[in-house]
C-alpha cells in the first residue's frame, strides 16, 4: 500500500526522445552528448533485420568513425559485459550507442559503468562496490516495446556460474537519452511483439499496485496500461500497424520510467530468478504466462487499486464490488494472453520437478519486498503449481 510516511523520491535522469521517424536525429544527439567515436552495441538480430544498417547509413553520412559490438545475447551475462568493455578500450570510443532490446541496452549500460569505473560488471552487483560516476554518454534505441530499459536505471546481468540475474543499478546508470522511434519496431515478429508487449504491461501492474507506489509512478503506470490494452492485440495482429507501434513504445517506456525508480513485484521476482536458471526462456512470454495467476493472489493486497486497473484494461466495472471490479482485471490480461497466444509454462520449457527450486529462488529476490501481498516460497510454489495447471 502507497504509504504517506514514506519520502518519495523520482527521478528521470534520460532525456526522452520520441516520435515516428526520431531515429535521424541520433547524429545532432551525439553532438549534444560530445560523442565522437561510438561503440555501438547490438546483435545479430539487429543486424540481420536491417536495423543495424539504418544506423550505420546515419553514422557514415556523418562522417563519424565507430566500432560495432554485435555480440550481445539475449539475459547478457558477465562475459559479454566485460568483453564488451574491451572492445571500448581496444577502439578508444568515447560515447554508446545501444541497439535492441533490453539485452543490448543493459549491456550498453554494463559497459558503460566500466568506462568509468574498471574492473569486471560482477564487482557492481547490487550495489556492492558503488558507482560513483555517471557513465559513459549513452544513447539508448530500442527495437522492441518491452523492458523500457531506456528509461530505468537498472541493467540484469547474468551470472551463469551462479544461476543467479542481478541488477546493477541507480541514477548514475541511466542512459543519457533515449532515442525511440517505433519505425523500428515494424520489423519484430508477432511472438516477440506479444511477449515484450505482456512485459511492458506487467511492469505498469506491477509498480501501480508495488508498495513503493507513488501518485507520480501511478500516473505514469495507468497511461502505460491504457496504451497496451488498446494497441498490443493490433501490434501483434498487424506488424505494420506504425499507430500501435507508437503507442506500445510509448507503454514501454512509460512502464519502463514507472518502475525503473523503484522495484517491480512478484512476477519479476519470479521471472528474473527463472530466467537466471533458464536463460534459455524469453523473459516476455514468462512474464505473460505469470502475470494473470499472481493477480489473482495478489489483489486482495490492493482490491480497490485493481478494480482500477480493469478499468484501465478496458473492463466496465461501473456497478461492480470491489472484489468483482479487481477480478475483471484478471480476466482482461488472462485474455489479453489468450489472444496475443502467449505460451503456457509448459510450452516455455518449465518442467514440474523444477518448481521448488524456482520457488525458492523467487523468495530471495529482492523484488519480492514490494509485492502488494505477503508472499513465501510456499506461496509462489502454489503460484507456479497454479499456473502450471493452467497449461495442461
Ligand atoms: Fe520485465
Redesign the pocket.
Known amino acids: 500500500m502507497l504509504n504517506i510516511y514514506d519520502i518519495k523520491t523520482f527521478e528521470v535522469p534520460t532525456k526522452l526522445v520520441s516520435g515516428v521517424g526520431s531515429l535521424k536525429k541520433l547524429p545532432e544527439l551525439m553532438l549534444e552528448q560530445n560523442i565522437n567515436h561510438p561503440l555501438v552495441v547490438t546483435d545479430q538480430g539487429i543486424r540481420e533485420a536491417g536495423l543495424l544498417q539504418k544506423v550505420e547509413e546515419l553514422l557514415n553520412e556523418n562522417n563519424y568513425n565507430y566500432y560495432i559490438y554485435d555480440k550481445v545475447k539475449a539475459n547478457p551475462d558477465v562475459e559479454t559485459v566485460d568483453k564488451g568493455y574491451e572492445e571500448f578500450s581496444k577502439n578508444n570510443c568515447d560515447g554508446l550507442i545501444a541497439l535492441g532490446g533490453?539485452s543490448s541496452i543493459d549491456t550498453a549500460k554494463g559497459i558503460g559503468v566500466l568506462s568509468k569505473h574498471g574492473g569486471s560488471i560482477i564487482d557492481y552487483e547490487c550495489g556492492k562496490k558503488p558507482l560513483k560516476k555517471r557513465i559513459t554518454p549513452l544513447i539508448a534505441i530500442p527495437t522492441t516495446a518491452?523492458?523500457g530499459s531506456e528509461g530505468t536505471m537498472w541493467a540484469v546481468i547474468t551470472d551463469h556460474d551462479r544461476e543467479v540475474k542481478y541488477n546493477v543499478g541507480g541514477p548514475l546508470l541511466a542512459p543519457q537519452i533515449a532515442l525511440v522511434d517505433p519505425k523500428l519496431h515494424l520489423s519484430l515478429p508477432s511472438n516477440l511483439t506479444a511477449g515484450t508487449g505482456m512485459?511492458a504491461l506487467?511492469?505498469a501492474i506491477e509498480c501501480y499496485t508495488s508498495h513503493f507506489a507513488q501518485p507520480l509512478t501511478d500516473s505514469v503506470a495507468l497511461l502505460a496500461i491504457e496504451y497496451a490494452a488498446k494497441y498490443l492485440r493490433r501490434a501483434v495482429a498487424n506488424g505494420e500497424d506504425l499507430e500501435a507501434r507508437y503507442y506500445m513504445a510509448e507503454a514501454a517506456t512509460l512502464a519502463g520510467i514507472s518502475y525503473g525508480s523503484e522495484s517491480?513485484g512478484a512476477v519479476?521476482a519470479m521471472?528474473q530468478t527463472l530466467g537466471g536458471i533458464k536463460p534459455e526462456i524469453p523473459?516476455?512470454e514468462a512474464?505473460g504466462a505469470l502475470l494473470g495467476p499472481v493477480m489473482l493472489f495478489n489483489w486482495m493486497g490492493e482490491p480497490e487499486k485493481f478494480k482500477r486497473v480493469a478499468t484501465a484494461l478496458g473492463k466496465n466495472v461501473r456497478g461492480l464490488s470491489t472484489r468483482d471490479g479487481a477480478l475483471a482485471a484478471i480476466d482482461a490480461v488472462y485474455e489479453l494472453a489468450d489472444d496475443i497466444g502467449i505460451p503456457t509454462l509448459q510450452e516455455l520449457g518449465v518442467k514440474e520437478e523444477d518448481i521448488p527450486k524456482l520457488a525458492e529462488a523467487a523468495e530471495k529476490d529482492p523484488q519480492t519486498i514490494g509485492n502488494p501481498r505477503d508472499i513465501n516460497c510456499e506461496c509462489y510454489e502454489e503460484i507456479y503449481r497454479y499456473t502450471f495447471k493452467l497449461g495442461e
Do not use: L, M, P, Q
Open positions: 533490453g518491452g523492458t512485459d506487467c511492469h517491480a519479476h521471472t523473459h516476455g512474464v
